[in-house]
């Protein structure tokens, strides 16, 4: 499980992920990356405020030091934060998990910053974490996309995501529609073998 966080090997192969765009290093959040995992957070919170149910104000409330441990809790893992990095610069974060077998596959906080958009980071980031959940036996997966964010519906469709059809509001108390985007997991592992043996 480890090797598969942080080297990325799929059925004891080695996997090459599609899209990795050069000069971008992808890797699974470390223990000790807590500040870094505080800093990527509040950056997505105050550029994207209403692409997530979290607040600023609740982020910069959170203790960093316990969130980031609940991830290490349980071994194999049920949900793991990846990280981008250019030239040591974090510039992009996801998290992916499931709550149990094959129940309630996620993903979560997804931000690439504003200067690197449109650089296949996003699609990357979510490559790594398909191909966690696909590793766990997760069937599906699906997520939440404010309503007035085509840019976002667009960048999921292009990952092979369809909306549901369910809907619901971003937090309580607030007018912002959220929109609920799934896809099968299948076709990771087909396309993973594929780039494997490529
Ligand atoms: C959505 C987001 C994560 C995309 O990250 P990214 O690294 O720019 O995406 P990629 O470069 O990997 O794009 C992959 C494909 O998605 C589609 N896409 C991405 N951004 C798009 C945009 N603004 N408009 C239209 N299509 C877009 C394109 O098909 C793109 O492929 P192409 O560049 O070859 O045409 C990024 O814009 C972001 O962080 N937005 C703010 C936070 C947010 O809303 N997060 C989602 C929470 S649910």
């Known amino acids: 499980m480890r090797a598969l966080l942080n080297g990325g090997t799929l059925g004891g192969r080695a996997m090459k ?3 990795q765009p050069d000069g971008v290093i992808i890797r699974a959040l470390l223990p000790k990356d807590v500040e870094l995992f505080r800093s990527l957070r509040l950056q997505a919170l105050e550029d994207s405020p209403d692409a997530y149910v ?15 441990g609940r991830l290490f ?10 990280v981008a990095l250019v030239r040591d610069l974090p510039v992009a974060m996801i998290i992916a998990g499931h709550k149990d077998h ?21 699609r990357s980031l979510v490559d790594r974490a398909l191909v966690f959940l696909s590793s766990t036996g997760q069937r599906y997966v699906s997520l939440w ?12 469709e292009s990952l092979g995501f369809e909306r549901t059809g369910a809907k619901s509001t971003l937090r309580s108390g607030s007018e912002i529609t959220i929109l ?4 099968a997991l299948s076709k990771i592992s087909l396309r993973s073998t594929r780039a494997a043996g490529a």
Request: with cysteine; hydrophobic share 40%.
């Open 17 to 19: 992920l599609r899209h």
């Open 54 to 68: 979290e607040t600023l104000e609740g982020a910069r409330d959170c203790d960093w030091e316990a969130r980031t």
């Open 73 to 82: 809790v349980l071994d194999p893992p049920i949900s793991v934060a990846y």
């Open 102 to 122: 094959n129940d309630s596959p996620f993903l979560a906080a997804m931000w690439v910053h504003p200067d690197f958009r449109r650089r296949g980071i996003g």
């Open 145 to 156: 996309v404010t309503e007035s964010h085509a840019d976002v519906f667009q960048f999921y």
């Open 180 to 183: 609920e985007m799934a896809r």
